[in-house]
């Protein structure tokens, strides 16, 4: 609507300024002191809807970093409070403020309708997304009342989609050491065929947003979650930290994505 009021009017500046050539100087003075009251309005309207969209984006709620549930040394001795406290206040908060900047950035490119440069935030908006979604996740998954085994329908539903509770926790233990790199693995739920899965991804791409699998327990193998404790030797920990899984938040992670 606004480019078409645009068009109009640089129509009527032609038109006058072509009537002013036919009828001589004093209508031509005219004719431009009326051009440049439309041009004034022109740019007060432009000045008006880019304030709007500055308003717009200033007023999109930002990401922020979630407060644990627990302190960061609760989960001691399998994951020491340096690591806890330097993951969530350093690693995660840096997705989060990575993120917010990001975004930003794509709304200003969206605002100038300019694509290459939306093409090119994709690369940061997965990674920085991903990280935050995942560490999300991560730190509700885990508890200093965790370990053991789940209950009630998610015990149901793992043996009959692995067998039992042990061949599940070794195939998913086993998936997750052998991520290349950094990354995550994942026991997941596939809402098509209504069963469990183990999945991998590298770095911090989304479990859900990138294989369409819903994230139920994840575990970080980026070496941030246990380099300092567990050094290079990352199945302890990976050992280790099922002694804090949180299984009533597995389970209504289940609950949520069968719904």
Same mark, same amino acid.
């Given at each position: 609507?606004? !480019?078409?009021?645009?068009?109009?009017?640089? @129509?009527?500046?032609?038109?006058?300024? @072509?009537?002013?050539?036919?009828?001589?100087?004093?209508?031509?003075?005219? +004719?431009?002191?009326?051009?440049?009251?439309?041009?004034?309005?022109?740019?007060?309207?432009?000045?008006? =809807?880019?304030? +709007?969209?500055?308003?717009?984006?200033?007023?999109?709620?930002?990401?922020?970093?979630?407060?644990?549930?627990?302190?960061?040394?609760?989960?001691?001795?399998?994951?020491?409070?340096?690591?806890?406290?330097?993951?969530?206040?350093?690693?995660?908060?840096?997705?989060?403020?990575?993120?917010?900047?990001?975004?930003?950035?794509?709304?200003?490119?969206?605002?100038?309708?300019?694509?290459?440069?939306? !093409?090119?935030?994709?690369?940061?908006?997965?990674?920085?997304?991903?990280?935050?979604?995942?560490?999300?996740?991560?730190?509700?998954?885990? +508890?200093?009342?965790?370990?053991?085994?789940?209950?009630?329908?998610?015990?149901?539903?793992?043996?009959?989609?692995?067998?039992?509770?042990?061949?599940?926790?070794?195939?998913?233990?086993?998936?997750?050491?052998?991520?290349?790199?950094?990354?995550?693995?994942?026991? +997941?739920?596939?809402?098509?065929?209504?069963? =469990?899965?183990?999945?991998?991804?590298?770095?911090?791409?989304?479990?859900?947003?990138?294989?369409?699998?819903?994230?139920?327990?994840?575990?970080?193998?980026?070496?941030?979650?246990?380099?300092?404790?567990?050094?290079?030797?990352?199945?302890?920990?990976?050992?280790?930290?099922?002694? !804090?899984?949180?299984?009533?938040?597995?389970?209504?992670?289940?609950?949520?994505?069968?719904?």
């Amino acid at each position: 609507m606004m !480019v078409q009021s645009v068009n109009l009017k640089w @129509l009527s500046f032609k038109g006058s300024y @072509l009537l002013a050539r036919a009828h001589g100087s004093g209508y031509l003075l005219r +004719s431009i002191r009326n051009m440049l009251s439309r041009l004034g309005q022109i740019r007060r309207c432009a000045a008006s =809807l880019s304030q +709007s969209i500055n308003q717009i984006a200033a007023s999109r709620q930002k990401h922020t970093l979630p407060d644990l549930t627990y302190d960061y040394g609760a989960l001691e001795p399998h994951i020491c409070a340096e690591i806890m406290q330097l993951h969530h206040s350093k690693h995660h908060a840096t997705y989060v403020n990575n993120l917010n900047v990001t975004e930003e950035k794509y709304q200003e490119a969206l605002a100038k309708g300019d694509v290459t440069a939306q !093409v090119a935030l994709q690369p940061a908006l997965k990674f920085n997304g991903g990280g935050h979604i995942n560490h999300t996740i991560f730190w509700t998954n885990l +508890s200093p009342n965790g370990g053991g085994e789940p209950q009630g329908e998610l015990m149901e539903a793992i043996k009959r989609d692995f067998g039992s509770f042990q061949k599940m926790k070794e195939k998913m233990s086993a998936a997750t050491v052998a991520v290349q790199g950094s990354g995550w693995g994942w026991l +997941s739920y596939d809402k098509e065929s209504g069963r =469990l899965h183990i999945a991998a991804c590298a770095n911090q791409d989304p479990l859900q947003g990138t294989t369409g699998l819903i994230p139920l327990l994840g575990i970080d193998v980026w070496e941030h979650a246990y380099y300092l404790q567990y050094k290079n030797v990352r199945p302890d920990y990976v050992k280790a930290i099922w002694n !804090v899984i949180n299984w009533e938040n597995v389970s209504d992670r289940l609950q949520i994505a069968k719904k």
